[in-house]
């Protein structure tokens, strides 16, 4: 963890003025009230492009305080470019301390993956979202899927995931997997792997979802029912990995492949860093560091 | 314990100092002054100030420096710097009947009193590459127009509006507020005061190529441009505590009036109807656009069927503007390996799966059969 | 003698300052079969939208008796319980295929997806219904994943068919379904309809412009002329014993069968 930083003079505590956080907060509360259910907030131009988590951005500056010890990821990565220039933002704007580890973070904001290290309470979860409509790519317009909601008509996803089953023999959906929530709306995870989806499901944590271009928040508050969409006889499956990951060993973790050279050659390994050096620095060891006989279930 | 930083930070310094080393250029050419740009791209800084949401010649002309000339970009730094300015509330609208006129041009009468002005317009230029800019060119003052006094210039369609022919501007209710899409989310349907906003602020690219294809049949509205006036007009603010309005300055606008055909309908008799842009500086080819696709808007509020991308309100008002546009599109640059590596692990998946029917339908084939298809 | 299924009572639309239809009534009991018969323009178009709840009459009222035996004013129904007698009790085959269908979407989908809506979570069944349901209506059981897009006309308005009775409605609005099919096409089409209504106890309200169908099909007819209603009774008397000189008009524009 480093500690806090003098922040920039000139702007307001994580950059956003009391105001416009007011009005976000509120966004938060009606959105913590019915979970899963879209709220439409006044999203602020912010100093990153639309797309690159200024939902999530407005979400986290809205929440934070000068307590706060701060992660955010993208990719499962503490070290991809846009959450280093996330990260320092915040360490800019709101002199908060930060860190890498999962179980230190008390605000965590995400792109694409949710931490392999399990959520407590008290800790906060800030998802990116692009496109905040799970309806969207079946019905292209709002009047029309703010309606769907209101009357829970969803009957269409399913015939889409029908429609997978009938194609493919299996739902061809990896990613941004639809969940129901608490029985109730339909809910896009944001673009996350399937993978993530149980984690979702009865989390200690309180897991926000901010979209900035599409102007909408939504929320999971702790202990919230999710379920991914399926069929009875068809159920949901998490994706599984043929090899552990290359550097800890893991089995249990959602992997990235990398290419190694231009022969074919890749190696799997953790997405989630975080998780892959705690496991390597508690000893294991995966097979590209050499000792594979070593243990490699947690 | 904070070890993961890695290359990214680093990566990111070294990338913004190559990125102003860029900007700067052949250092044996002088520096681009802030001012220079301000006064002699002042068409840039116009299309900047509107996109960008934010009044202010110089901060445009500054963005438009950094930016290196990308005008999204710069559009996109002052809208980032005007979200953290505090909103006081809104002007008294501006009277542009009262504007002082640089131009002022209509294509639906000859004459008409004040007569046409054509001011600084490219329109009977040339296009011919001018060499002699190359050197520092010697520019002759303008000619001074003698009258002692400005002519009045009453507004077009107030012209039409005396004799009824065009419908009513609909007054807005008493102590109703503008709204204000940069305070509230916006919501369609959305009525025309937001609409507008939110054309004003949209890219002009994308409200020409709107404009254009109403002209070419999707969703005609067989405009005329009842006028196009440009000039100076002065905003006043009301303020409460002294409970009249004061002066804060001139602002240079462009207002385009589109007058358009319409049949009527079981509520309203036949009569012209309008199209409205507005915004700052010397726009004109995207106020005329932005009337255009105002009118296209209108057709469902007027009885009719919306059928073309001009008219639907959905389409244009969520992809008008632009920082938004160049942001998603943009933000595909992003890593999303995550997402990737599960497609890379469906269409593996799939193709083994289509490999094993294949195989099996191979199976099942008749031979004598392939061998008539063969 | 059973109590009404859908009742009318003066019914009348204007749209501005033009008539759409005026002070119509009239009932409907389960499994009846009505048809609404007149020249476009008739009014008879408008009247069926009416039945279905949108758009709300400039006045009158439609009573609707639930499956539960409650009378239900339609006008007075909620957008969400309207949008449920929709995917359940009741059925609307368009004058277009396209229309009524999902045409992106294959056809054991479109079978399905009434089924999906109202909480079916089985695929094996969903797809068990929706190949009996495409025996029923006569398409080749193999074509079940194909687009509607991949069939012909007939073939569609079948499938249409049976994406409205996969969910046994008691009521099905019908506009034109025979409209711009070829005859013999049409002959298939409206024999099957006659059997499925008899076997399933249907009521139909049909709206057509052509006697033949009105006379295969319905049990009851209603000639409609301006807006109004001229003339109402048993199919065959009305068909056979015309009263209006406009119905005698129609019956003798068109060849008895």
């Given amino acids: 963890m480093t500690a806090p930083i003098k922040r920039t003079e000139g702007y307001a505590f994580a950059y956003l003025d009391e105001q416009t956080k007011r009005m976000i907060r509120r966004a938060i509360l009606k959105a913590v009230a019915i979970p899963g259910h879209q709220v439409p907030f006044a999203a602020r131009d912010m100093p990153m492009p639309y797309g690159w988590g200024t939902g999530g951005i407005q979400v986290t500056a809205a929440i934070l305080g000068p307590a706060d010890v701060l992660k955010v990821i993208d990719q499962g990565a503490d070290d991809t470019t846009n959450a280093v220039s996330i990260r320092a933002f915040f360490q800019k704007t709101a002199g908060v301390a930060v860190t890498t580890r999962t179980a230190q973070a008390s605000v965590i904001q995400t792109r694409h993956r949710i931490p392999e290290e399990p959520l407590k309470a008290g800790q906060t979860l800030v998802y990116q979202v692009p496109i905040p409509e799970p309806l969207r790519f079946l019905e292209p317009r709002e009047t029309e899927t703010r309606v769907m909601h209101a009357l829970a008509d969803y009957g269409l996803m399913h015939v889409k995931l029908y429609e997978d089953i009938a194609t493919h023999g299996h739902i061809a959906k990896t990613y941004a997997y639809p969940v129901k929530v608490e029985g109730r709306y339909m809910m896009d995870p944001s673009p996350i792997p399937k993978f993530d989806n149980p984690k979702m499901h009865m989390s200690p944590a309180l897991q926000l979802f901010g979209a900035g271009r599409e102007k909408r928040i939504y929320a999971l508050p702790p202990f919230t029912r999710v379920e991914s969409l399926d069929f009875d006889d068809h159920p949901f499956e998490r994706t599984k990995f043929e090899a552990p990951c290359a550097l800890c060993g893991a089995t249990d973790s959602y992997l990235d492949e990398v290419v190694i050279d231009d022969k074919g050659g890749r190696m799997f390994v953790c997405s989630d860093t975080d998780h892959c050096e705690t496991r390597r620095e508690e000893g294991h060891r995966g097979a590209l560091l050499g000792t594979p006989a070593e243990e490699t279930r947690p | ?374 | 003698m059973t109590a009404s299924l859908l009742e009318a009572q003066g019914l009348t639309k204007w749209y501005g300052d033009r008539l759409g239809c005026r002070d119509v009534s009239f009932d409907i009991r389960e499994g009846e079969v009505l048809a609404i018969v007149g020249e476009s323009g008739s009014g008879k178009s408008t009247l069926l939208s009416l039945l279905s709840g949108q758009p709300a009459p400039t006045s009158g009222s439609v009573a609707y008796r639930m499956r539960d035996g409650s009378i239900r004013d339609l006008v007075s129904l909620s957008e969400a319980e309207r949008r449920f007698l929709f995917r359940t009790d009741w059925g609307f085959v368009h004058q277009d295929a396209a229309k009524g269908l999902r045409m992106g979407v294959s056809a054991g989908g479109n079978v399905g997806e009434r089924l999906m809506a109202v909480g079916a979570r089985h695929y094996g069944d969903i797809r068990a219904a929706a190949e009996d349901w495409l025996e029923r209506v006569e398409i080749d059981v193999s074509r079940i994943d194909e687009k509607p897009t991949a069939y012909s006309g007939g073939m569609r308005q079948r499938l249409q068919i049976a994406r409205n009775l996969v969910t046994a409605p008691r009521l099905v609005f019908m506009d034109e379904p025979t409209g711009g099919l070829d005859v013999s096409v049409q002959a298939r089409l409206l024999d099957l309809l006659r059997r499925l209504v008899a076997d399933m106890g249907l009521a139909v309200i049909v709206v057509t412009h052509d006697l033949a169908v009105a006379r295969l099909l319905s049990d009851r007819i209603m000639v409609m002329r301006q807006g109004r209603v001229i003339e109402a009774g048993l199919t065959d008397r009305v068909l056979d014993d015309p009263r209006e000189a406009y119905t005698q008009l129609l019956v003798s524009s068109i060849l008895q069968p």
Avoid at chain 2, 44 to 54: C, P, T, Y
Avoid at chain 2, 130 to 145: G, V
Avoid at chain 2, 168 to 175: F, G, R, S, V
């Fill in chain 2, 1 to 374: 314990m904070y070890v993961s930083v890695k290359g990214g930070e680093k990566a990111i310094r070294a990338a913004h100092r190559l990125l102003a080393h860029r900007r700067r250029g052949d250092r044996a050419v002088p520096e681009v002054a802030a001012d220079q740009i301000r006064e002699q791209l002042s068409l840039a800084v116009d299309r900047v100030m509107n996109e960008g949401s934010l009044h202010d010649r110089d901060l445009a002309a500054l963005a438009i420096k950094q930016a290196r000339g990308d005008l999204i970009e710069a559009a996109f730094l002052v809208r980032a710097y005007r979200t953290t300015l505090p909103r006081f509330g809104y002007s008294v609208p501006l009277d542009t009947g009262a504007m002082t006129i640089e131009r002022r041009i209509s294509a639906t009468y000859k004459d008409l009193p004040g007569g046409q002005i054509l001011g600084p317009t490219f329109d009977y230029t040339h296009r011919l590459i001018d060499f002699t800019l190359m050197a520092d060119s010697e520019t002759p003052l303008p000619e001074r127009d003698t009258a002692a006094s400005a002519p009045a210039m009453p507004r077009v369609t107030d012209l039409l509006d005396g004799e009824g022919l065009i419908e009513a501007e609909p007054p807005a209710a008493p102590d109703a507020e503008p709204g204000d899409l940069t305070r509230a989310p916006l919501r369609v349907p959305a009525a025309r005061d937001l609409r507008l906003q939110q054309l004003a602020r949209g890219d002009e690219g994308f409200l020409l190529a709107l404009g254009y294809s109403t002209q070419r049949g999707y969703g005609s509205t067989h405009p005329f441009a009842g006028e196009i006036r440009i000039g100076e007009v002065e905003v006043e603010f009301e303020v409460p505590e002294l409970g009249f309005a004061v002066p804060l300055g001139t602002v240079t606008v462009s207002e385009c009036q589109m007058i358009n055909q319409f049949a009527g309908s079981a509520e309203i008799e036949p009569s012209f109807s309008r199209g409205y842009g507005l915004a700052f500086g010397q726009v004109e080819r995207k106020v005329m656009a932005m009337a255009l696709v105002d009118r296209a808007l209108r057709t469902e509020d007027l009885g009719g069927a919306v059928e073309h991308p001009a008219q639907d309100q959905e389409f244009v008002l969520s992809h008008a503007d632009n920082v938004q546009a160049t942001g998603f599109v943009e933000h595909l640059k992003l890593p999303h390996y995550v997402d990737f590596q599960a497609e890379l692990a469906l269409v593996r998946e799939m193709r083994r799966e289509h490999a094993a029917a294949h195989a099996s339908r191979e199976a099942d084939t008749d031979p004598v059969f392939e061998e008539a298809a063969e």
